[in-house]
């Protein structure tokens, strides 16, 4: 079965810094798909980036990009220039490209805080 | 607007008494699921559906039940709530498979329902 660890249950970053949070994960399969969710203080789910095994690029998407290393099965998401607004906790995921369903298996969180 | 409703967002009951949690997409998705997130291990997978009538188990289905009658429709049932089903549920929806480029298959979350079972 899939498994996905995040490390570190708390960060802490200044505004305007850079932070990079850790993801690992262990699975056989060949293809499957990664995710970063937000979580703020709303509790609402947010999308923040997404990542292909067969691509080799690195996602971006604006502040956000990850650092994906599939042969040591890593994904980290690294946030520049940090927001106020980027405090939250943070969810790394795993889909698997085949089999049934949709389902995601989710990390345990980062809570990442930032000082102004 | 693209949403995923849940309702209702907030609930105290008693155990043993039944309840329905409702959710609803307006994005025409195939796939829809339930999860639940507890401090420490994050989000888990309750029940999911491929499609109109096509349900199956996640990861903790014990004490949980599900339908799927409509394609836009899918309510979680708490036949006996019992006070370790107090937690955060959220229901997903996305298209069933996820194409070379583009955002099918990406889930997107309802807003949440806190329940507290006494």
């Known amino acids: 079965a899939q498994t996905v660890t995040q490390s570190q249950p708390e960060m802490s970053v200044q505004e305007a810094e850079t932070v990079t949070l850790s993801c690992t994960y262990d699975t056989s399969e060949s293809d499957y798909y990664l995710f970063w969710y937000k979580q703020p203080p709303s509790r609402q789910m947010i999308l923040v980036i997404r990542?292909?095994?067969?691509?080799?690029q690195n996602a971006t998407e604006n502040r956000f990009s990850v650092n994906f290393q599939k042969a040591a099965k890593s994904f980290s998401l690294k946030i520049s220039d940090s927001q106020l607004g980027d405090a939250a906790m943070y969810f790394c995921a795993y889909r698997s490209a085949s089999g049934r369903g949709n389902k995601l298996i989710f990390g345990t969180g980062t809570l990442l805080a930032v000082q102004p | 607007e693209a949403q995923v409703t849940q309702n209702p967002r907030y609930l105290i009951t008693v155990t043993g008494k039944k309840l329905t949690v409702t959710c609803s997409q307006n994005m025409n998705h195939e796939y829809m699921s339930w999860y639940r997130q507890d401090p420490g291990l994050g989000l888990r997978q309750i029940y999911y559906s491929m499609n109109v009538e096509v349900t199956d188990k996640g990861d903790v289905p014990e004490g949980y039940k599900v339908s799927r009658k409509e394609k836009r429709n899918f309510p979680l049932i708490l036949e006996s709530p019992s006070p370790n089903q107090t937690s955060l549920y959220f229901c997903?929806?996305?298209?069933?498979?996820?194409?070379?480029?583009?955002?099918?298959?990406?889930?997107?979350f309802g807003p949440g329902t806190r329940l507290t079972v006494l």
């Open positions: 997903a929806s996305s298209f069933n498979s996820i194409p070379s480029s583009g955002p099918a298959g990406t889930q997107y």
């Open positions: 990542q292909e095994a067969y691509k080799q």
